[in-house]
């Protein structure tokens, strides 16, 4: 069974940072594009970052700068490290896996920037 695993999200003051961490298994996860997905209350779910098989990376503009994703493929995990952080950032977090027409979601972590 194939299971996608969050963790690492909790309370942050503004300015402050976490490390959200995704692991994966019993999947062939080098393969994969991977990606990290938020959703706040009453808003649309938003594509935050990418990283392909190639370790290449994409950001949506409001983290650019801020969040960097990275992966250990010798850990099936992928990371999303959140500096800087802002109210604005406050939402469910969660990851994406996609190879070919293979799909997978994990269950999502709250996030919660608060002073």
């Known amino acids: 069974q194939v299971q996608l695993v969050e963790s690492g999200g909790g309370s942050v003051q503004p300015g402050g940072s976490l490390r959200l961490s995704c692991e994966a298994s019993?999947?062939?996860?080098?393969?994969?594009?991977l990606r990290w997905y938020r959703q706040a209350p009453a808003n649309q779910r938003e594509l935050v970052a990418t990283?392909?098989?190639?370790?290449?990376?994409n950001y949506a503009d409001p983290v650019k700068g801020r969040f960097t994703i990275s992966r250990d493929n010798t850990k099936n995990t992928v990371y999303l490290h959140m500096n800087n952080l802002k109210f604005e950032d406050t939402a469910v977090y969660s990851c994406?896996?996609?190879?070919?027409?293979?799909?997978?979601w994990g269950q999502g972590t709250q996030v919660t920037v608060s002073s």
């Open positions: 019993n999947i062939r996860f080098a393969f994969y594009t």
């Open positions: 990283i392909n098989p190639d370790a290449s990376t």
């Open positions: 994406y896996a996609q190879w070919i027409t293979n799909t997978y």
